[in-house]
């Protein structure tokens, strides 16, 4: 079994994605696909080698569509140029969609409140007829319409074409049939009125019809793209993350190379300051290295020789010399890079759905206006003659047509998103994308990262342990931030700032010395004193163990070779976070904390914020594979983080949340981000996804009533009986009433408490 990785160009709808797999699935020796909108990327499990792109693409090219094969993992510098071109195409087709809306949305406003204007005077007497004629009005209409419908509507006509050509209709191909049907109709009657007489047609004109369906598509179509846009930023600062170069031992000298030259084995340096470009182990040297990258944690881990580093991860003090291992795309970043790459190919449930609805859709309705004009042609004409039944087949063809056009059912889901974004950005719930809100409503588990989510992501001095009657907490603390001024350690500023925030400042020192992997010391007042990690025996004081079990850090003060106190240092619980996991509770949700941190400190922080479950010691790649474990046991999965290091692990959730104090990658890879990281805003987003679901599910629930009850009257089923036919006025108005129930509904969200 092999795979085949492809970009498609041509797709812009769901009905694409769903003709695209369709037509792929039927291949010879393709077992499985999965085509993905967003990312416009179709994913082929193939027996064997597989079909060749030639023969797929001769397949696929006279539906409108086209594969490229997606390169193999490349270099950096390639990379970021092949991603600066990409987003480059992206933007031009993203502005020329753009320069359509700014045409087409400002008219179909104005056409679309003429529209309720005139049917309001119909219905309302005391309300005014329109201040100009029908004649002329119809003229302009014609005008607007004809430039909407052959010029701005131009991808509705391609899809006409490709029904015609191929037989494979799309959302496109509907609501191209129906405005070309609406404006041709409605020009025929205007521009030949022996035509009108002899089909005995009303005074009725769809031009406004046609106008207002093309401009409130244009613009879904536009914000769709827009979002899209984001699909691809989060792998970009992913690989720009990787350092540009290394200095590696070639021919016993120090040379500065590409980091793409890096070879397995080299001996690579690195100096305080620097980023690490590849993996490997230490074989000279220590230092103290921020691993947030990988971790997450804020605390630097201490390396010596013998231990492993990883690429991207910076050296906060001392120089040292490694080994290259893992380069290119066996790094743990090109890892973390692949799995979010897969994480956003992979396709919801819910778009599959959509899928199948599209693509049953467009055909039954067009089914049902050819029978309905067919039967007014050969039953009607036996009763009613055939001038009178052709009046009503084109009645029924272009009403069904007309209350078919999927202007209800297109404005259902975005008005009610527009509203619902809008709100969440009032109480800073920024929302990426249609998708995530619509996913957050159906989640049961809620994942927190610990270092920066649940808690603020810096260290600070928790306890002070007096050992010695002579010492005061004051002096003991006096005397540690007098020491560790001198020291570039974030645990030593942590002490420092905790010293400051009690008035205290350091005092004179001398014979400082940074004590590698173990502390520092100097001379205060001609007594030795020092700072350093406790040895193994005396992790035996019940202070220290009992500090430990709570999975804080721990530092030894000595003076003159005595032991006078401890110092626990940790990350804290954000003040908000206790709170707001007791609000995720009320509404029934499992809340579980994973994290790369150990098991102890991890443990100490979920008790603390009633968390029920925790997963601890997990990596980048290994907190994404546990998602996936929830996922399999059937639980819908949110996942709220900061650090590059959650990336993958939120892009592979249901939905990805993002602390917006937290990394851009992680903020980019993520669904919903949460302005100043407050937690309380977890609950309040999860809330208003329900709430905007809700007012989704009754749109299309109306917007599909109109279509079951109007469609059978706009054919004439009541004519049989009792003489009613819904001429096409009435399904324009049955439509600008399906479209201003949604709207009006939609607006409910407005008032809306979270």
Sequence with gaps: MTTQRYNVKGMHCASCSAIVTKKLSKVEGIAQVNVNLATEKATL?????????????????????????????????????????????????????????QFALPVALVVFLLMMWDIGSMVFHVLPHLPISMERLNLLLLLVSTWMVFRTGKPFLHGIVMFVKSGAASMDTLIGIGTVTAWFYSALITLVPPVKAFLHAPDSTYFDVT??????????????????????EAIEKLINLQAKTALVERGGKEVTIAVEDVKKGDLVIVKPGEKLPVDGTITKGSSSIDESMVTGESIPVDKKAGD????????????????ASNIGPQSVLARIIRMVEEAQGSKAPIQQIADQVAGIFVPVVLALAALTFVLWLTVGSSYLGFSAALSYGVMGLVGILVIACPCALGLATPTAIIVGIGKGAEYGILIRNAESLEKLSSIDTVVFDKTGTITTGKPEVTDIIVLDHKSSITSLLQLAATIESRSEHPLAKAIVDAAKKEGLTPGEITDFRALEGVGVSAVISNHPVSIRKPAHHEKMIPELA??????????????????????????TLKKEAKEAVAALHRKG????????????????????????????????????????????????????????ND??????????????????????????????????KVAQAITLSRATMRVIRQNLFWAFIYNIIGIPLAAGALFPLWGIFLNPVFSGLAMAGSSVSVVSNSLRLKRKKL
């Design 546 to 571: 009992r500090l430990e079990r709570e999975g804080k850090t721990v530092v030894l003060i000595e003076e003159r070779s005595a032991c006078i106190g401890l110092i626990a240092l940790s990350d």
């Design 211 to 232: 106008i207002v369906v093309i401009g409130f598509v244009l613009l879904g179509k536009y914000l769709e793209a827009r979002s899209k846009m984001k699909t691809g």
């Design 647 to 680: 990336a993958p692990a939120l892009a592979q959730a249901d939905v990805g949340i993002a602390m917006a104090t937290g990394t851009d990658v992680a903020i980019e890879s993520a669904g919903i981000t949460l302005l100043k990281g407050d937690l309380n």
């Design 589 to 644: 949700l499992k809340v579980i904390m994973l994290t790369g941190d150990n098991p102890l400190a991890a443990r100490f922080m979920a008790e603390q914020a009633g968390i029920d479950e925790v997963i601890a010691e997990v990596l980048p790649h290994e907190k994404a594979i546990k998602i996936r474990e929830l996922q399999a046991q059937g639980r819908k999965v949110v996942m709220a983080g900061d650090g590059i």
């Design 45 to 101: 499990e193939c027996d064997g080698n597989g079909p060749t792109p030639k023969a797929l693409n001769e397949l696929l090219n006279k539906y409108g569509y086209f594969l490229e094969i997606e390169p193999p993992p490349v270099a950096l510098q390639s990379a970021i140029t092949d991603a600066t071109s990409k987003r480059a195409e992206k933007e031009r087709e993203l502005r020329d969609q753009l320069r359509k809306v």
């Design 308 to 323: 492993q580093v990883i690429g991207g991860t910076i050296n906060k003090q001392g120089s040292f010399t490694f080994t």
